[in-house]
Nanobody, 119 residues
Framework: QVQLVESGGGLVQLGGSLRLSCAASGSIFSINTMGWYRQAPGKQRELVATITSAGIINYADSVKGRFTISRGNGKSTTYLQMNSLKPEDTAVYYC?????????????WGPGTEVTVSS
């Protein structure tokens, strides 16, 4: 069983920064994609950024130039550095891990960490 645990959320003022962390544990295939998604009140969950085990990165247009995703050396952790935060970044941020083992897809989510940006 795989578990994801996020940390680092909180309340920050407009223009501030936060760093989210996600640690995965359990049986994880080494070739995988970790990422961050967010869900604001009344809205659908949306992609923020993803990073593959090979280091290929993808960002949502809304966070390009402000957010940076990275992975730890052990490949089972991921970080999201969020700078120049805006009120529209307020959401619950979820860590995600995806991998394919043989022909079976696996998709895991963390419980989420709340980020609030005040103006």
């Amino acid at each position: 069983q795989v578990q994801l645990v996020e940390s680092g959320g909180g309340l920050v003022q407009l223009g501030g920064s936060l760093r989210l962390s996600c640690a995965a544990s359990g049986s994880i295939f080494s070739i995988n994609t970790m990422g961050w998604y967010r869900q604001a009140p009344g809205k659908q969950r949306e992609l923020v950024a993803t990073i593959t085990s090979a280091g290929i990165i993808n960002y949502a247009d809304s966070v390009k130039g402000r957010f940076t995703i990275s992975r730890g050396n052990g490949k089972s952790t991921t970080y999201l550095q969020m700078n120049s935060l805006k009120p529209e970044d307020t959401a619950v941020y979820y860590c995600n891990l995806k991998f394919l083992m043989l022909t079976t897809p696996y998709d895991y989510w963390g419980p989420g960490t709340e980020v609030t940006v005040s103006s």
